[in-house]
Each structure stands twice: as structure tokens, then as C-alpha cells.
């Protein structure tokens, strides 16, 4: 999934850096790719998408809130101190000036999982001398939740089209995706394979299925020192208010869009059906450009030189407009409170909604339509190698978005089992009690 994932998001930014400079947004990516159809599909994910995950930040900073301050405030009161203090982040007009910001809100969550990792290790290595987790019992449709859980985590492809926008310098995306979507599936990777090492199957599930929620609560028969779980939420909680925002911004533009006129493009697309465009223009422009260069003369004295002025972000440009940003403001802070109210409604399934989601719209957000619009445009640039592996990641990725879709909508819309084991991946012996309890094993 960590491969499949960086892959697709590869695919955005060779897609975007093939395509007219007025081609901005995931939904003109679309239908310059597919056509209307392909804006639709693109739209209809990605607004669903960065309104719903956003909403589970809200939930997860409320619930940080209560375990920081214990029997104060009901959640739904903690979920509305959350969004106020969200607020600044999803205020900032544009990403790039809210980049220390951003740095911020990525080391947050890595210092909090860095924690929460040590306490797990250093706690379950007390309790479990002389013991062994116990073995894995895992059906296909147990792996198929994971599939919710990774399209969430890995959910880039909808900020993409934000950061090629404000970047000096575009060509430069699909290295920076690779390295930096590879560095966080090798920080996945090392999560999952440290806490499998030392519980096994009895890895959290449900609502304890984070790892600073297990060292926060006696979920895995220990209590853990008060200061360093509090160290851990604050850092995490930093996350979660970045995170909300970042994921906000391209609904935040689509609707300053249409609403407001604002980012309005200079060349409407040309492509309203699904025929593959033709890169003629960008043939000649090319060629235009070799030749200029070639004109140049051999040797550049100093006086010849200019200062490198790089461009301004297109976005921030928009709202120097007097009165522009306030309505802007504003508009932002209706979607906000919307999803305010969704996290207070949902708050209580928001876990399998969430799953539900990941599996469905985020998987065809994220996975199956970038990789389905880079094929359409580069068919006839890529190798047959290069096709085969479009097409069979295409496929692979459509199998299993329908498959969990199907499982964790019988979870969300199906009954509920109030009698579902804590440990569902361990044998029937291990399903209800963590294995260091020596008492209840009687070792």
C-alpha cells in the first residue's frame, strides 16, 4: 500500500507538469485527462475527501483534550475548543506562507509516535519476560481495514495540485514526492514492525487503534508515566491542527473559486471529451525554448547577468484585493463550522466512517484516478513496461477498493457487535486478555 500510494501521488505531479498553466486544480487535472466525466469523479472525491478526514482530526483532538484534562468537559464541548484553535492554520491564504508552520506540524507527529513507541517497548519489555507474542490469526478481510487505514495515512494526492502551485519550481515535485512519501512509509513501516514485534496479534483495534491512546489508557495492562503521555498529545495534537488545515485547503480554493470568483483561470479547457490531448503546442514551445537558448552567446559577462526573482504564489496574489480576504475568511469559516458540526454528530462511528471513506472516496481520490489520468496522458510517451505497471497497479488498486469498501460498509451500516473481542487478530485464546497477564494464563 506504502508503494502503491507513492506511486499514484508520482503520477499527479507528472501529470500536472505535462499540462497548460491553467490547469490548477485535481478537478481541472481530471478533465483535462478524461474530460467532464473526469472532472466529476475528480471533484466529487476530493471535496468528500477533504471534508470528512479533516473532520476525524477534529474528533481525535477533542478525545487528546479529554485525556489531557480528565473529567472536566464533555468531547463535543473539547471538539469545539479544537476548531477554535484550528482556526489560524486554515486562515493562512496560502500553504507557502504558512511553511514553518508546516514543518511544525510533521515533526509533531513524529515526536509524538517516537514517544509513544519508547513507552510501549520499554513498558511491555517489564511485563513480558520469558514471554512470546502470541501468533497472528488474519483473514483477507481483516488485511482489507488496513486498506482504509493506509489510503488515510498516505491521502497526498488531494494537496498536490496545492503544492505544485506555490512551488518556485515545479519540475522538481515527482523527486521530492518520492523521497518524501518514501521516508513516511519507511516511518510506517518501522511503527507497525516495533509494535508487532512486541504484542503481536494484540495490536489495538477500533478505537484504541493509536498508539498514543494505547499508553494513555491501561488498554494493554499498564499505566504509563503521566508526563510523557502528555509530552506525546501536545506534539500530536500540533499535528492534528496542522494536518486539518492542509487537508482543507484545496475545498478552501474550489469554493473561493466558484463562490467568491476568486483563482480564476486565464484559458478555459479545451478538453470536454475523453480523446487523449495532443502535445503539439507543447512541442513547439519546447522547441522554441532550445532554440533561444542556443542563441545565446558562449561566454555571459557579469553585466549580463540579472538577479533570479521567483514568482510569487498565484494564490497569494488573489486576495491583495481589498476586502478579498475577509470574505475569504469568512467563507472558510462556514466550512469549518460545518465540519464542526459533522465531527459532533459523527463522533461516536467516526472511526468506521472514516475507515468506510478511506477505502472508497480516498482510494479513488488518491489511488485509482491519478494513476488512471497519467496513463491516459502519457500512453503514447511510456515504455510497454511502463504501461503494464500503470495498468496492473490500476487494477490491483480497484480490487481492493471495492473489496473493503464492501467490508467496512457492513462494519459502519451493518449491526453492531457489543460483544466483539478487544484482540480480533489472535486466536480465540488471546482474543480478550493481553498475553503478559500471567495470572489469567496461569505461566
Given at each position: 500500500?506504502?508503494?502503491?500510494?507513492?506511486?499514484?501521488?508520482?503520477?499527479?505531479?507528472?501529470?500536472?507538469?505535462?499540462?497548460?498553466?491553467?490547469?490548477?486544480?485535481?478537478?481541472?487535472?481530471?478533465?483535462?485527462?478524461?474530460?467532464?466525466?473526469?472532472?466529476?469523479?475528480?471533484?466529487?472525491?476530493?471535496?468528500?475527501?477533504?471534508?470528512?478526514?479533516?473532520?476525524?482530526?477534529?474528533?481525535?483532538?477533542?478525545?487528546?483534550?479529554?485525556?489531557?484534562?480528565?473529567?472536566?468537559?464533555?468531547?463535543?464541548?473539547?471538539?469545539?475548543?479544537?476548531?477554535?484553535?484550528?482556526?489560524?492554520?486554515?486562515?493562512?491564504?496560502?500553504?507557502?506562507?504558512?511553511?514553518?508552520?508546516?514543518?511544525?506540524?510533521?515533526?509533531?507527529?513524529?515526536?509524538?509516535?517516537?514517544?509513544?513507541?519508547?513507552?510501549?517497548?520499554?513498558?511491555?519489555?517489564?511485563?513480558?519476560?520469558?514471554?512470546?507474542?502470541?501468533?497472528?490469526?488474519?483473514?483477507?478481510?481483516?488485511?482489507?481495514?488496513?486498506?482504509?487505514?493506509?489510503?488515510?495515512?498516505?491521502?497526498?494526492?488531494?494537496?498536490?495540485?496545492?503544492?505544485?502551485?506555490?512551488?518556485?519550481?515545479?519540475?522538481?515535485?515527482?523527486?521530492?514526492?518520492?523521497?518524501?512519501?518514501?521516508?513516511?512509509?519507511?516511518?510506517?513501516?518501522?511503527?507497525?514492525?516495533?509494535?508487532?514485534?512486541?504484542?503481536?496479534?494484540?495490536?489495538?483495534?477500533?478505537?484504541?487503534?493509536?498508539?498514543?491512546?494505547?499508553?494513555?489508557?491501561?488498554?494493554?495492562?499498564?499505566?504509563?508515566?503521566?508526563?510523557?503521555?502528555?509530552?506525546?498529545?501536545?506534539?500530536?495534537?500540533?499535528?492534528?491542527?496542522?494536518?486539518?488545515?492542509?487537508?482543507?485547503?484545496?475545498?478552501?480554493?474550489?469554493?473561493?473559486?466558484?463562490?467568491?470568483?476568486?483563482?480564476?483561470?486565464?484559458?478555459?479547457?479545451?478538453?470536454?471529451?475523453?480523446?487523449?490531448?495532443?502535445?503539439?503546442?507543447?512541442?513547439?514551445?519546447?522547441?522554441?525554448?532550445?532554440?533561444?537558448?542556443?542563441?545565446?552567446?558562449?561566454?555571459?559577462?557579469?553585466?549580463?547577468?540579472?538577479?533570479?526573482?521567483?514568482?510569487?504564489p498565484e494564490g497569494g496574489n488573489d486576495y491583495k484585493t481589498p476586502g478579498t480576504y475577509f470574505k475569504a475568511s469568512i467563507l472558510r469559516i462556514l466550512i469549518v463550522a460545518v465540519s464542526f458540526v459533522v465531527a459532533v454528530l459523527g463522533q461516536k462511528d467516526l472511526g468506521n466512517l472514516v475507515n468506510f471513506l478511506g477505502a472508497s472516496m480516498i482510494s479513488l481520490c488518491c489511488i485509482i484516478l491519478p494513476i488512471a489520468f497519467y496513463l491516459k496522458v502519457y500512453w503514447l510517451r511510456i515504455s510497454q513496461m511502463q504501461r503494464a505497471w500503470g495498468v496492473f497497479w490500476l487494477l490491483v488498486s480497484i480490487f481492493i477498493a471495492i473489496y473493503a469498501t464492501i467490508v467496512t460498509g457492513k462494519a459502519l451500516f451493518g449491526s453492531k457487535d457489543d460483544d466483539?473481542?478487544?484482540?480480533?487478530?489472535?486466536?480465540?485464546?488471546?482474543?480478550?486478555?493481553?498475553?503478559?497477564?500471567?495470572?489469567?494464563?496461569?505461566?
Amino acid at each position: 500500500m506504502g508503494v502503491l500510494n507513492v506511486y499514484s501521488s508520482w503520477c499527479i505531479s507528472k501529470v500536472l507538469l505535462a499540462t497548460p498553466s491553467h490547469i490548477k486544480t485535481f478537478g481541472d487535472i481530471g478533465e483535462f485527462s478524461l474530460g467532464v466525466v473526469g472532472r466529476y469523479l475528480a471533484n466529487i472525491s476530493q471535496l468528500i475527501t477533504c471534508i470528512m478526514v479533516p473532520t476525524m482530526f477534529l474528533v481525535a483532538g477533542g478525545t487528546i483534550f479529554t485525556v489531557l484534562f480528565p473529567l472536566t468537559f464533555k468531547l463535543g464541548v473539547w471538539i469545539l475548543f479544537m476548531t477554535i484553535c484550528l482556526l489560524p492554520v486554515c486562515l493562512l491564504p496560502t500553504l507557502k506562507e504558512g511553511a514553518g508552520t508546516l514543518i511544525a506540524g510533521s515533526l509533531g507527529t513524529i515526536i509524538a509516535n517516537a514517544i509513544a513507541l519508547g513507552v510501549l517497548i520499554h513498558e511491555i519489555n517489564k511485563q513480558n519476560e520469558g514471554l512470546s507474542p502470541p501468533p497472528v490469526n488474519v483473514t483477507f478481510s481483516h488485511l482489507t481495514t488496513v486498506v482504509g487505514n493506509c489510503a488515510l495515512a498516505f491521502g497526498a494526492g488531494v494537496i498536490i495540485p496545492t503544492l505544485h502551485r506555490e512551488h518556485s519550481d515545479p519540475s522538481r515535485m515527482p523527486r521530492i514526492i518520492w523521497v518524501t512519501m518514501g521516508f513516511a512509509t519507511l516511518l510506517f513501516l518501522i511503527i507497525g514492525i516495533l509494535g508487532f514485534h512486541k504484542v503481536g496479534c494484540q495490536l489495538p483495534d477500533g478505537s484504541y487503534g493509536n498508539v498514543l491512546f494505547v499508553i494513555a489508557t491501561p488498554y494493554l495492562g499498564f499505566i504509563s508515566n503521566r508526563g510523557t503521555v502528555i509530552v506525546a498529545m501536545i506534539a500530536m495534537q500540533i499535528h492534528n491542527v496542522v494536518a486539518y488545515g492542509v487537508i482543507l485547503f484545496p475545498a478552501f480554493y474550489i469554493a473561493e473559486r466558484k463562490l467568491l470568483g476568486l483563482h480564476a483561470t486565464a484559458v478555459e479547457s479545451e478538453y470536454n471529451d475523453m480523446e487523449t490531448p495532443n502535445f503539439e503546442k507543447e512541442k513547439i514551445l519546447k522547441e522554441k525554448a532550445e532554440a533561444s537558448r542556443s542563441s545565446l552567446p558562449s561566454v555571459v559577462r557579469p553585466s549580463m547577468l540579472e538577479p533570479i526573482e521567483y514568482p510569487e504564489p498565484e494564490g497569494g496574489n488573489d486576495y491583495k484585493t481589498p476586502g478579498t480576504y475577509f470574505k475569504a475568511s469568512i467563507l472558510r469559516i462556514l466550512i469549518v463550522a460545518v465540519s464542526f458540526v459533522v465531527a459532533v454528530l459523527g463522533q461516536k462511528d467516526l472511526g468506521n466512517l472514516v475507515n468506510f471513506l478511506g477505502a472508497s472516496m480516498i482510494s479513488l481520490c488518491c489511488i485509482i484516478l491519478p494513476i488512471a489520468f497519467y496513463l491516459k496522458v502519457y500512453w503514447l510517451r511510456i515504455s510497454q513496461m511502463q504501461r503494464a505497471w500503470g495498468v496492473f497497479w490500476l487494477l490491483v488498486s480497484i480490487f481492493i477498493a471495492i473489496y473493503a469498501t464492501i467490508v467496512t460498509g457492513k462494519a459502519l451500516f451493518g449491526s453492531k457487535d457489543d460483544d466483539a473481542p478487544r484482540f480480533p487478530f489472535c486466536e480465540e485464546k488471546y482474543q480478550d486478555t493481553i498475553y503478559t497477564n500471567r495470572t489469567h494464563y496461569k505461566y
